[in-house]
């Protein structure tokens, strides 16, 4: 049974829904579609277990969001591409029939992303999200400098960091805001985290790459004793206010995301390809 989470503001997504149902009918397969806006899959646990394939129909934020369902229920994710950049996506409007074909046949490629599992202790709230490509910390409404305290299970204390905010990224999220903030490009297989000052108001406190079998703690300090506010996101999706004192535990999720790619394409080839370097 196949899973689709679709995102209807995108415009191809309009024509390409009522032809992927066809193909998924054609094929004898059972399937759902989600507007992905719900962010939630309709079936308890012991439905999902009939569940054999996720599919997202969009952009890369349609995807992220279909990545923590396909990572709640330990499924493989397939991207059909109908919106900008598309670096997470297997296929795009004009060969997804291919490759869906092949999907469905257990032929295509098939490629392990790390993933976070955030622990969030925001005042009286302790709070778990999933997240594929980062966790950022920056400033809410006030424009006000922050200061963060970092440590890990492994080494304890590490740093104090003062700036506009921090993003914590996985080896998939260094394509993404992190790379918008001088940080270095990972490829997927490395087990890695990222810590990445946002404007850091010291030039020695430079982007830093850890080995992703700790856990790393982040804890939002008062500046110059004065009270601090802040926003978390995760993905860019889910927000979160956070205050001076609040903490998020952050360390690798047990299982990784099976992320079905293109049998044409590497990594490589669509940094190639997005970013333009053989232009």
């Known amino acids: ?25 054609s094929r004898r397969q059972n399937f759902r579609f989600i507007e992905v806006k719900s962010l939630k899959i309709p079936c308890g646990p012991q439905e999902s277990a009939h569940w054999g394939l996720v599919i997202s129909l969009g952009g890369d934020g349609t995807l992220l969001a279909a990545a923590r ?20 996506s297997a296929a795009d409007q004009g060969d997804w029939k291919k490759a869906l074909g092949s999907a469905l046949e257990r032929r295509l490629p098939r490629e392990e992303r790390l993933a976070l599992l955030a622990e969030l202790h925001l005042g009286k709230r302790h709070i778990r999200h999933l997240a594929l490509n980062d966790c950022v910390i920056r400033s809410g409404k006030s424009p006000r400098m922050l200061e963060f305290e970092i440590s890990t299970d492994r080494y304890g204390y590490l740093a104090r960091v003062h700036g506009d905010g921090l993003i914590f990224a996985t080896p998939t999220g260094s394509s993404a805001y992190a790379l918008a903030v001088g940080g270095p490009l990972v490829e997927p297989r490395i087990p890695a985290f990222l810590i990445l000052p946002m404007a850091p108001h010291s030039l020695t406190q430079r982007p830093l790459v850890l080995d992703a079998g700790q856990t790393v703690t982040i804890k939002l300090l008062a ?10 996101f995760l993905d860019g999706q889910i927000s979160l206010n956070m205050a001076s004192g ?18 044409k394409h590497t990594y490589f080839d669509y940094l190639r390809e997005k970013l333009h370097w053989a232009a």
């Open 1 to 25: 049974m196949i899973l689709v989470f679709y995102n209807e503001r995108k415009p191809l997504v309009a024509k390409v829904l009522p032809e992927l149902k066809a193909f998924l009918k």
């Open 69 to 88: 369902q396909a990572l709640v229920y330990d499924l493989p994710l397939m991207g059909i591409n109908l919106g900008g950049l598309g670096f997470l």
């Open 223 to 232: 500046y110059r004793r004065e009270p601090a506010k802040a926003m978390v």
């Open 246 to 263: 609040d903490s998020i535990v952050l360390k690798r999720h047990p299982k990784p995301l099976v992320l079905l790619r293109s049998a």
